[in-house]
């Protein structure tokens, strides 16, 4: 068993997930996790991060901002995909028993963060994981504007997008002899984006508690 956790971690890697399959696949993963509720547990921020430094590189060999569109674009489409399933299916996906891939309690967690943060939540929420694979989801069950919604899922997606590639395209420009630590450096930011993500995790279960 730990054998094949230590497999599955390994086809997870941002750095394999670029190496072996290259735009198309960081592509396919973004679109997944944005998208698709069963993609929580992708590892959109660290290949986003990831995908920035290598970009330019013979193993992700594309311009800085054609990446960029690339990415806000799939990232963007996934959420009106993750909208319209949330709108035809959410309810039924809420009341089936929980499972690995779906559990009521993301959607639920989605949805106090929506409250406490309101249309901010579709842009700061796409920097939490979890949260940003289900926040779609629970706005297509609640009906939200589906123009609001365009307008501020576009906004989540570029910012999302460009922050994260241009921080490691930037830090490898100003010290390219990190990219022989690009494990560590994916380890800190999975560290990292994970704060966020524990935070909100207590926060609801202190309020499930009141």
Known sequence: MYEFIQNILALLSPELIIDKGGLILLLVIIFTENGLFFGFFLPGDSLLFLAGMLCGLPVLNIHILPLISCITLVAF????????????????????????FFKAKYVNMAEAYFEKRHKGAMI??????????????????????????MVYNFMGSL???????????MLKLIFPELI??????IVIIVALT?????????????????
């Open 77 to 100: 489409l996934g959420y009106m995909v993750s909208y319209a399933v949330g709108a035809k299916f959410g309810n039924w996906l809420v009341a089936r028993p929980d499972s690995f």
């Open 124 to 149: 700061i929420g796409r920097f939490i994981p979890v949260i940003r694979t289900f926040l779609p989801l629970c706005m297509g069950m609640i009906k939200s504007d589906i123009k609001i919604f």
């Open 159 to 169: 910012l999302w997008t460009s922050s994260l590639v241009l921080a490691g395209y």
């Open 180 to 185: 022989d630590y690009i494990e560590w450096i």
């Open 194 to 210: 994970t704060i966020p993500l524990l935070r909100q995790y207590l926060s609801f279960k202190k309020d499930q508690g009141a």
